[in-house]
């Protein structure tokens, strides 16, 4: 059995316990634990058979289960009866600036609940061992421990936004020197494609966790929605960070493109501009160097410094007014 953590809860405190999960029917904590006590179990990425028996044992619906054993489901809030199924989506930096995403799915009752995780390398321990730590939170029941749990998933969020912001950052000022070289356009395009896919998967989280923090659900007590109400305002900033990041790694390649039209065209300018200034003396020495015996000036003594003082005289007036309308 794939089981992380199984402990029993009454009134916040921690009881040494055995949870012994054979499938036989839960019928919640009694006797000793009754009042607030609940069960909380961590499972990672169990298999079919092993699930099967925590289904018999808490009387999870099947279709709930299927969906907790499928990795690739969306955020979602389903009620069944008076049970609630929950789907949240972790995420993390993998190797290079790739983002790789998780599952974990939550069966919540009145007296239990369970954690599904797949996919995802950051384990609850250290999040249990703090809510264990405090007695009067833990003392509100599995409601607050998945907002613990959510709250723990989307924080994972932030090191990504900023990993990523660092390395916009960093192409949007090279950017400003010169034109993106060809594998820096295809790392701003790569990224794109990671926010992109981002928004599709963690995006329904919004309004997953919207609906905890407002709508009328079993084994949510309305006293706990306002801590619902605290993830949905941090999924909301983790989701503006990553929209806007997607929107300057757009405004990267146009700006850039910007930049090098200027250039190309200050470019464009001083060529143009020496075009004119050497078609003077070109054209006046094709005119001499044709073969006519009555050229104006041609038998003239001063007629070569004629020449070179009109073309210098021309070729410097145009390159005065080139200079003067800023294309030299």
């Given amino acids: 059995m ?36 609940f069960d909380w179990i961590g499972l990672c990425e169990p298999s079919a058979a092993e699930m099967d028996l925590i289904r018999r044992q808490y009387g999870l619906h099947p279709l709930a289960v299927e969906d907790a054993l499928n990795p690739r489901q969306l955020p979602k809030v389903d009620v069944y009866g008076k ?15 790739e983002i790789v995403y998780g599952q974990t799915a939550f069966f919540l009752g ?16 250290d999040l249990r061992r703090d809510l264990e730590a405090d007695a009067e939170r833990l003392s509100e029941g599995p409601d607050y421990v998945l907002h613990a749990v ?25 950017a400003i020197d010169a034109f993106p070289e060809p594998d820096t356009i295809r790392r701003i395009f790569r990224l794109r494609r990671q926010l ?20 009328d659900l079993p084994t949510i007590d309305p006293s706990a929605r306002i801590w619902f109400r605290d993830v949905l305002d941090h999924v909301r900033r983790a989701m503006a960070r990553m929209r806007g990041l997607k929107e300057t790694l757009a405004a990267i390649v146009e700006t850039a493109s910007l930049l090098e039209q200027h ?28 073969n006519f015996d ?9 007629g070569y410094f004629f020449v070179w003082m009109l073309i210098l005289g021309v070729c410097g007036g145009l390159f005065l007014r080139f200079r003067r309308i800023g294309w030299l």
């Avoid at 065209?265 to 001499?288: K, N």
Wanted: hydrophobic share 45%; glycine share 10%.
């Fill in 2 to 37: 794939t089981i992380v953590a199984a402990r029993r809860y009454a009134n916040g405190k921690v009881h040494d316990l055995p949870i012994v999960l054979d499938g036989t029917p839960h019928s919640g904590p009694g006797g000793l634990f009754s009042g607030n006590a």
């Fill in 83 to 97: 049970q609630l199924f929950v789907v949240a989506r972790t995420a993390a930096l993998g190797q290079g600036e």
């Fill in 110 to 125: 009145k007296d239990f609940i369970i954690s599904v995780r797949f996919g995802s390398n950051r384990a609850h321990t």
């Fill in 150 to 174: 959510l709250d723990f998933i989307v924080d994972g969020y932030l090191p990504i936004a900023d990993a990523l912001e660092d390395v916009a950052q960093a192409i949007e000022e090279s």
């Fill in 196 to 215: 992109r896919r981002y928004e599709r998967v963690i995006g329904p989280m919004e309004e997953m966790v919207e609906r905890l923090a407002q709508a």
């Fill in 263 to 290: 250039r190309q065209g200050e470019m464009t300018r001083q060529l143009a501009a020496w075009a004119a200034i050497l078609a003077v003396p070109t054209a006046i020495a094709g005119i001499y160097g044709m």
């Fill in 294 to 302: 009555y050229i104006p000036e041609l038998k003239w003594h001063y």
